[in-house]
């Protein structure tokens, strides 16, 4: 069974400030896996979607890599905005179309 | 503009009282999805629909149950609601199975009384 793991599950920092949030899995036979936003008591964002052929998508700040033999994947955030303040989640999608979602990291970026 | 569309966003009910949710999408996509995601945890799949193909997760409580009437609408029901139900109800829909994108809707925010 595919196990999600999300480290920090929180994250304060300054604006302006570069920084990573990393997403870890146990199965490495996805299909894809794909990072979410989500504000407070809203749904989800897709941020970016990175198949399991590509080692990495990027999106204006944003750029997410896969390795997928060590199970790991990151999402860089380039010079934070008090904006980009939200619960970023990872979801990995095996065994078809399930997706196995982390538990998110928390992150605020302070004016 | 809207691709996958969540009604109510937020919904009220008693304990017990039966509950609806509705999902609908302009997308026409194969597969929809229900997720349950309650406070502080991650999105859980209940269940999905391969065009009517229903496909229940083992440890999905019988309480939910689902509906598709057509390729655009998939409904949630809850028979009777427990407190343990309050949570963010997360609808979403993908074009085909295996390996293709999920896009979610907006949610519905279900609380208990």
């Known amino acids: 069974k595919q196990e999600v793991t999300q480290i920090p599950a929180a994250l304060s920092v300054p604006e302006g400030e570069n920084l990573v949030l990393n997403c870890s899995f146990t199965?490495?036979?996805?299909?894809?896996l794909q990072w979410f936003r989500q504000d407070p008591g809203k749904g989800l964002t897709s941020l970016l979607l990175?198949?399991?052929?590509?080692r990495e998508q990027t999106s204006g700040r944003l750029n997410a890599s896969l390795d997928k033999s060590s199970g790991r994947s990151t999402l860089y955030i380039a010079a934070s905005q008090p904006g980009d303040s939200a619960t970023y989640l990872c979801?990995?999608?095996?065994?078809?179309?399930?997706?196995?979602f982390g538990e998110g990291t928390q992150l605020t970026v302070n004016p | 503009d809207a691709m996958v569309i969540q009604n109510p966003r937020y919904q009220v009910t008693q304990f017990g009282k039966p509950v609806t949710l509705s999902c609908s999408q302009t997308?026409?996509?194969?597969?929809m999805y229900w997720y349950q995601q309650k406070s502080s945890q991650a999105p859980k799949l209940l269940f999905h629909?391969?065009?009517?193909?229903?496909?229940n997760e083992a440890d999905t409580p019988d309480n939910f149950q689902s509906r598709r009437p057509n390729t655009s609408f998939c409904f949630l029901d809850i028979r009777s609601p427990g407190l343990g139900d309050a949570a963010m109800y997360l609808c979403?829909?993908?074009?085909?199975?295996?390996?293709?994108?999920?896009?979610f809707g907006p949610g519905t925010r279900l609380t208990v009384t």
């Open positions: 199965d490495s036979a996805i299909y894809n």
């Open positions: 979801a990995s999608q095996t065994s078809g179309s399930r997706l196995t």
């Open positions: 979403a829909t993908s074009r085909d199975w295996g390996g293709n994108e999920q896009y």
């Open positions: 629909y391969y065009d009517k193909d229903f496909n």
């Open positions: 990175i198949q399991s052929s590509q």
């Open positions: 997308l026409n996509h194969n597969v």
